[in-house]
């Protein structure tokens, strides 16, 4: 039996055996966790440091992309205590399992419950973000789930702190040590694709061409996205100064993110009332725009021109509209109509979160019904698209599919159902005794209360 193999089987006996496991010493493990990962905050960091270093030798020499090395800095700014509050925002959340979204008596003393369950053994594949392994980690066991963990080579040093940590959590708990395992190599995750016998959902995080491979090697179901194509559309009708805020806020809060605008959508109507000052806030944010002709025009026409005009505003190219920039670069696009608009984010977008900016409340009902995206957002910056903010704790990912789980995806989208059927009669219940012959019992399908709901 291959390594792989013997990973993923540990994984699913420890899923199994820890069904029984109370949510309360879920609870009481994360609290371990968060501890664990505070006593070993130097040695992780500095880890972390000397991955950033290695990181930047692969940048200067053209191998690795600077948005990669962004989302690896585990020190900079409140990034570690994020991670360390996301663990504590989870533990906090409410039990996802065991919860009947429907109840039904099917016959007297038969009643029917569809119940939440967890959905089994997770393997999760990123890029960068070391801080995934703790958010994954503490979505898992929260929700019930056993998770395999492969980080990118770029994160190792890193990564295998954390992982040490959550292990040594772990086993000062009643939760199995294998549950959650992290692994190092492309060869074990090439062998765990195919272990669709153990492993349950495949959850890639990263570049375009990481999810799409994945997608192509496995028959595990995969949850995620495979580019953050996200839209700003500025209305006929929005109002300038929300109009600024909200395309600039889009645009650099954080440049690398998958959340990030990428495509700014003008209504011909505000080119040369709205726009120009949208364009100075963003010029002077040093942002790069690539202008359609007509947008482009309309900066050309303005006097004094604006600046970094000359340096930062150049005709769009044809594969700027479906280009992930992950920089301070901006695709510009005129529509005549909020109709076209939105034809071109349905054909153009990835379908992750795209914003209207309008006053118009009719025009933002077709905005959100007409965009299929898995968020549709009227007068707010795309970077609100995010569990934390949600108010999930944190995230395993974002997902534009439209099966299962859409958008951030946090512990409810960590869990399926089950039926369960009971028989409270004194003989059970057996289908021979229903029918349409006589003689024959009818279903009834009562519906049972949710408050009697014994679960």
Known sequence: MSDATEIAKAAKTAFETSQLIPSSERVQALHEIRRELEAAKDEILAANRQDLEAAQKEVDAGRMSGSLLKRLDLNKGDKWDSMLQGITDVAGLPDPNGIVSYASELDDDLELYRVSCPIGVLLVIFEARPEVVVNIASLAIKSGNAAILKGGKESNETTKLLSSAIQGALSKTSIPSTYIQAIQTRAEVSALLGLDQYIDLVI??????????????????????????????????????????????????????????????????????????????????????????????????????????????????????????????????????????IAHINAHSSHHTDSIVTEDEAAASVFCRGVDSAGTFVNASTRFADGFRYGFGTEVGISTGRIHARGPVGLEGLVTYKYVLKSKGGEGHVVGEFGAGEGKKRYKHRKIEAATVPF
């Open 204 to 341: 890639p995080r990263g570049s375009n061409s990481l999810v799409r491979n994945i997608q192509n090697s496995t028959r595990i179901p995969v949850m995620g996205h495979a580019d953050g194509l996200c839209s700003v559309y500025i209305d006929a009708s929005a109002d300038p100064k929300k109009a600024t805020r909200v395309a600039v806020d889009s645009k650099i809060d954080y440049p690398a993110a998958c959340n990030a605008a990428e495509t700014l959508i003008l209504h011909d109507s505000i080119l040369h009332t709205i726009w120009p000052d949208v364009a100075k806030a963003l010029l002077a944010a040093d942002v790069k725009l690539l202008c359609d002709t007509p947008s482009l025009a309309a900066l050309q026409s303005l006097s004094p021109a604006p600046a970094n005009f000359a340096t930062h505003a150049s005709p769009a190219p044809p594969e700027a509209y479906t280009t992930e920039h992950l920089s301070l670069t901006l695709s510009v696009l005129t529509v005549p109509s909020l109709a076209a608009a």
